[in-house]
């Protein structure tokens, strides 16, 4: 058994590593494609790293939910797996909304200004 000193370390070791993942995943493909699919990529894998979750009932402690939900999904079946897949999906759909709200507004693609182009006709 963990004690708790060794209980928030593996806890912050686990989300230092997958907050690193995560500026490494950003920053990869940034260089590659619209910032609207980086965002949306790079806030789908921090919901599915970073969500925590019991492993089973009573438990005190936490654990990563898709660790959790694999486990329980493999060994025990869906419905041993819901309490954990419930929160999975739940952050899931708000980093989707939250990616489309960043997509519509900070990185919405802007339109070219159609005056240089008036301007460009009218001298040739």
Same mark, same amino acid.
């Given at each position: 058994?963990?004690?708790?000193?060794?209980?928030?370390?593996?806890?912050?070791?686990?989300? +230092?590593?997958?907050?690193?993942?995560?500026?490494?995943? +950003?920053?990869?493909?940034?260089?590659?494609?619209?910032? +609207?699919?980086?965002?949306?990529?790079?806030?789908?894998?921090?919901?599915?790293?970073?969500?925590?979750?019991?492993?089973?009932?009573?438990? $005190?402690?936490?654990?990563?939910?898709?660790?959790?939900?694999?486990?329980?999904?493999?060994? $025990? +079946?869906?419905?041993?797996?819901?309490?954990?897949?419930?929160?999975?999906?739940?952050?899931?759909?708000?980093?989707?909304?939250?990616?489309?709200?960043?997509?519509?507004?900070?990185?919405?693609?802007?339109?070219?200004?159609?005056?240089?182009?008036?301007?460009?006709?009218?001298?040739?």
């Amino acid at each position: 058994m963990l004690s708790e000193s060794s209980y928030l370390t593996a806890i912050y070791t686990y989300v +230092g590593a997958a907050c690193a993942i995560l500026l490494i995943l +950003g920053w990869w493909l940034a260089k590659h494609w619209h910032a +609207g699919l980086v965002a949306l990529v790079v806030l789908l894998s921090a919901a599915l790293l970073l969500t925590p979750a019991y492993p089973r009932g009573g438990v $005190d402690t936490l654990a990563p939910a898709l660790i959790v939900a694999g486990f329980q999904l493999f060994t $025990d +079946g869906y419905a041993a797996a819901e309490h954990a897949l419930r929160p999975l999906g739940f952050m899931s759909g708000l980093a989707v909304g939250a990616a489309l709200l960043l997509q519509l507004t900070i990185f919405r693609r802007r339109a070219a200004s159609k005056a240089p182009a008036a301007k460009a006709a009218e001298a040739g």
